[in-house]
């Protein structure tokens, strides 16, 4: 079966640079509350997985060492917090997940796990969390430090962050926690909620998780590293993980290693549902198709792409000529994004003006142009060719590229047998419809592991910190 997610942003441009000037393109009506509305309910009757909100915290202001470009042609700003979003698209559906992207080296693990168990309470049990380290040097400098942390150092700060938040997530509230006893009058009991006791080489966290359980405990974790060190990130934590590149050879070869990846670290191949990003323009007929294609192509903006792979790559694209050739340059931003062209295909050195061109419409994805036979056809032949389970499909025209997929492409493939028809009886949590082996994440995820109790102490020691006195509070309060 073939699966789908909708790629998206909080944001008047995200894959497709230049594109919000199509006439038919929605995405400047991003401060809308219906046009996310009405993008969920079309994006449930489409049967989607989810709907992954991608973000950054920064702006891209390495393409001519300014954010002039960025801000002129709308690449990836202005740009919204993507958590708000997901309250007021789940309140009018009830299947379709929600992938949140949340970086971790800005906040504390303890109020962000505060704010993602809440998202899944809300939206009972259908959120995910895109696990993100950043790659952007603004987003660091406007949160406090001079610039990122190494690539390689900034996973190993994530490592202990994913400990930290398993902590409260997994094992601060024990089960039967909340007993809700209004004839006893006791709503939790207190014995049953643990202290973590957290004491790290980042973090310090000795309290409890402010929040009871929810229907999922963890999110279910999304993350989209493809470098040697992102890869035995995702193979010790993640469920479902994107991946992108221009050829089948680049997926391919992140599909194999994150699949290696996960078995090296005990887990199962198939413990990991893996998406590779595609751009899918269709119409009625072949044609149509093709005529689409033009006419979205007349209005990718050069500049703007440059903008774009500069802040992916942290290479200033603005010094070198369109002629110029691709090469892999070891930078602390993602390191995958340039290596993908360098290593597309051995035979083929990128031009500059070629990869700018390349990801002007959908991003560093394939793109799979004709009518719905000829689409599903691209689809079915891309995913055996990877091994990928489905695709983070982003848009060149929002909200036209979404509906030509649900209309056209989703029909075709059903009536192939290759796409879901129905969705549940009942409503389920997202990680029991995507893996079916319930609502929690389960052993021999590091999350359920024993030892993350060790340094817990049972007889609740924030309760042990006396109370300020009443005095002490009257002669501080004016």
Known sequence: MIRFNAFTMNTVGHQSPGLWTHPRDQSHRYTDPQYWQDLARL???GLFDSVFLADVLGVYDVFGASPEAALRHAVQVPLNDPLALVPLMASVTEHLGFGVTCALSYEPPYSFARRLSTLDHLTRGRVGWNIVTGYLDSAARNLGQAQQKAHDERYDLADEYL???????????DDDAVRRDKRGGVFTDPAKVHAIGHHGAFYQVPGIHLCEPSPQRTPVL????????????????????????????????????????????????????????????????????RAKLAEYSSHVNLEAALALLSGWTGVDF?????????????????RSALASFSSADPNRRWTVGEAATFIGLGGRGPVFVGDAAQVADQLIAWQAATGQDGFNLTYAVAPETFEDVVNLVVPE??????????????????????????????????????????????TR??????????????????
Do not use: M
């Open 461 to 478: 020691p924030q309760a042990l910190t006396p109370s300020p006195s009443l005095n002490a509070l009257t002669e501080s309060t004016p």
């Open 43 to 45: 994006l449930e009757r």
């Open 413 to 458: 493939l059903q009536r192939r047998g290759r796409y879901p028809t129905q969705r549940p009886s009942a409503p389920t949590t997202l990680r029991q419809r995507l893996f079916g082996r319930g609502d929690r994440l389960a052993a021999p995820h590091p999350a359920r592991d024993p030892a993350l109790r060790a340094g817990f102490n049972a």
């Open 318 to 334: 603005s010094r070198y000529p369109l002629e110029a050739t691709v090469e892999y340059l070891d930078t602390q931003a993602g």
């Open 222 to 289: 999304f993350q989209a590293g493809a470098s040697t060190r992102g890869r035995a990130f995702a193979g010790r934590h993640a469920e479902c993980v994107f991946v992108s590149g221009p050829s089948v050879t680049v997926v391919r070869d992140a599909v194999n290693g994150l699949r290696a990846a996960a078995v090296a670290q005990g887990r199962r191949a198939d413990d990991l549902i893996i998406y590779g990003q595609a751009l899918v323009i269709t119409g009625a007929t072949e044609a149509e198709a």
């Open 163 to 173: 400990e930290v938040v398993y902590k409260l997530w997994e094992h601060s509230w």
